[in-house]
C-alpha cells in the first residue's frame, strides 16, 4: 500500500481537550497503554498534551520504527526531558553524530573488555554478600530495590573509573538517587516541562552538580596521569573530547545502573513468588560451579539462570517506553504516519501482544528455549531496543545479571517479607514502586 492510499488516522481513546489522555495516561500507564492496544489494535492514535502520538505495539511495525526505516527516524523531541541527566550523549543524538559517536564509542563495549569488568562485578558481588552475611544470621529483611541499586551503582563507577574510594561511591550513589528520582517525578507531571524553583528542584541540581563534579575531576585527571587499564575511562579517553567525554561518562553512571537494578529487583521478587525456578537456579549454580564464582566459560552452562533472567525483562523490562520521531512521512500497519509525530514503542506492551505470547501474564522460562525463541519474530522481544540504536552494553549488562543471580543464589534464598506488595512504577525505568523487603534465607546444599 502506498502513502497515498493508506488509511488517514489510526483509531484511539479521545481524550479531552487541550491536555489529550495525558490526565489518564499519567495514573497508571503501564494498564493505559496496554488497554490502548487491546481496545484500538496494533496502531493506536492519541494526544499526549501537545503531542500528536500514535502507540506502536506489533513486532513488524517496531521493526519498520529501529531497524528497516531507522533512517527515517529520530530520536526527537522526548530526548529533551532526560537532556540534563544524559546530555549529549550517545543515548540521545542523532544523525551524523551518532554514527559518527557510535563507531567512537564501540570498541570500549567490545569482548577484550569484559574481563576486567567480570571482576569489578566479582568484587562487588563478594563485597555485597560479606554484608549480608550477619544480616541473614540475625534474620533482619533487606530492601533488595535498594540493595541492587547500590550494588550496581557500585559496579558501573568502578567499570568506567577504577578504584573510588568507599565514601566517595556513596556520595555519587546518593546523588544519582537523587537526580533519577526527580526526573522519574517529572516524567509524569502535568508541569514537569516548566522550570520552576522549587526545592526539590534545588536539591536535583545540587545532585547533577555532585555528579559532574565527579566526573570532570577524573576526566581531567586521566588527561594528566591516564586512566586505569581496563576501564571504560580508559577506552574512551583518546577518541573523545573532553566534553564528549563528560557527557558519555554521566550517561554510562545513569544507563549503567538503572536498568541492571531493576532487572535484578524484579529477578529477586519473581523467584520468591516462583519457587520452583528458583530451586531450578539453585540446583543449576550448584552443579555448575559447585560453590565457587562463576567465570566467563561458565555463563553459557547456565542456560536456565539466562532464560529466567530473559522471561523477567520480558515481563519487566526496564526500559518499558522509547519514543521517535518520523522526519518524513511513513506508514505502519496501512495508516499514514505524518512528520513530526511521536511514535511510542513499549515492550512491556508488545512483550504481552497476544499474536505471538500465549498466556502473557504468565511465567514461563521454557519460552526462550532455542526454538521457541527462533519461532518468534525479531522484534517481539526487545528488552534492550533493537536495530543500529540497540543498547551498546546489551551483553555487558545481561552478562553481569546473570553473574549475579548465579553468584547470590549459591549462598542465599530470598524470600519476600510476608504482607509485603510490590507494585511496578512507570519512570525512567520500569522499577519496584516502593521497597522489596526480603528475608535471607541460607541456599540449600
Known amino acids: 500500500m502506498t502513502l497515498a492510499r493508506s488509511r488517514s488516522a489510526p483509531p484511539g481513546p479521545a481524550g479531552y481537550p487541550l491536555v489529550g489522555v495525558f490526565p489518564i495516561a499519567r495514573r497508571d500507564p503501564l494498564d493505559f497503554f496496554l488497554d490502548c492496544a487491546r481496545r484500538y489494535g496494533d496502531v493506536v492514535s492519541m494526544r499526549l498534551g501537545v503531542h500528536r502520538a500514535c502507540l506502536v505495539s506489533h ?10 526505516n531507522a533512517h527515517v527516524y529520530a530520536k526527537g523531541p522526548p530526548a529533551a526531558r532526560v537532556d540534563a541527566l544524559f546530555g549529549d550523549s550517545l543515548t540521545v543524538v542523532d544523525g551524523d553524530r551518532w554514527r559518527q559517536r557510535r563507531g567512537q564509542v564501540r570498541p570500549a563495549f567490545q569482548p577484550g573488555q569484559h574481563a576486567f569488568f567480570a571482576a569489578v562485578v566479582a568484587r562487588a558481588s563478594a563485597e555485597m554478600l560479606d554484608r549480608w552475611r550477619p544480616l541473614g544470621e540475625r534474620g533482619e529483611p533487606v ?10 551503582q557500585t559496579i558501573i563507577i568502578r567499570a568506567v573509573f577504577g578504584e573510588v574510594p568507599p565514601a566517595e561511591v556513596h556520595a555519587i550513589s546518593e546523588a544519582l538517587d537523587l537526580a533519577v528520582a526527580h526526573v522519574d517525578c517529572r516524567l509524569w507531571s502535568a508541569f514537569g516541562w516548566l522550570e520552576v524553583a522549587t526545592p526539590a528542584g534545588a536539591k536535583y541540581r545540587r ?20 586512566s586505569p587499564r581496563g576501564t571504560l575511562l580508559a577506552a574512551l579517553l583518546d577518541p573523545l573530547s573532553d566534553a564528549e567525554l563528560h557527557d558519555e561518562l554521566k550517561a554510562l553512571l545513569i544507563a549503567g545502573h538503572t536498568t541492571t537494578a ?14 520452583e525456578a528458583r530451586g531450578q537456579i539453585e540446583q543449576e549454580s550448584r552443579d555448575v560451579l559447585a560453590g565457587r564464582a562463576p567465570g566467563a566459560d561458565d555463563l553459557p552452562r547456565l542456560g536456565y539462570t539466562r532464560r529466567v533472567i530473559e522471561e523477567v525483562l520480558r515481563l519487566y523490562p526496564p526500559t518499558w517506553l522509547t519514543a521517535r520521531t518520523p522526519m518524513e512521512d511513513d ?6 504516519i505524518p512528520a513530526g509525530a511521536l511514535i511510542l514503542l513499549s515492550p512491556y506492551v508488545t512483550h504481552r501482544h497476544p499474536a505471538v505470547w500465549e498466556a502473557p501474564e504468565r511465567f514461563d522460562p521454557d519460552r526462550f528455549g532455542p526454538e521457541s525463541s527462533a519461532a ?27 553473574y549475579i543471580v548465579a553468584t547470590v543464589a549459591q549462598r542465599h534464598r530470598l524470600d519476600l517479607l510476608p504482607g509485603a506488595r510490590v507494585t511496578p512504577a512507570a519512570g525512567l525505568t520500569l522499577h519496584p514502586r516502593s521497597a522489596v523487603p526480603m528475608l535471607l534465607r541460607q541456599a540449600l546444599d
Request: glycine residues 10%.
Open 59 to 68: 513486532p513488524d511495525h517496531v521493526k519498520r520504527v529501529l531497524q528497516d
Open 143 to 152: 530492601d533488595v530495590a535498594s540493595e541492587m541499586r547500590r550494588l550496581t
Open 207 to 226: 545532585a547533577l552538580g555532585v555528579v559532574n563534579a565527579f566526573v570532570a575531576r577524573r576526566v581531567s585527571a586521566a588527561r594528566g596521569a591516564g
Open 262 to 275: 531493576s532487572a535484578l529487583a524484579w529477578t529477586w521478587y519473581t523467584l520468591s513468588e516462583h519457587p
Open 331 to 336: 506508514e505502519l500497519g496501512g495508516y499514514r
Open 376 to 402: 518468534r519474530p525479531a522484534f517481539a522481544y526487545f528488552p534492550f531496543g533493537g536495530g543500529p540504536r540497540r543498547c551498546i552494553g546489551s551483553a555487558i549488562a545481561t552478562t553481569e545479571i546473570q
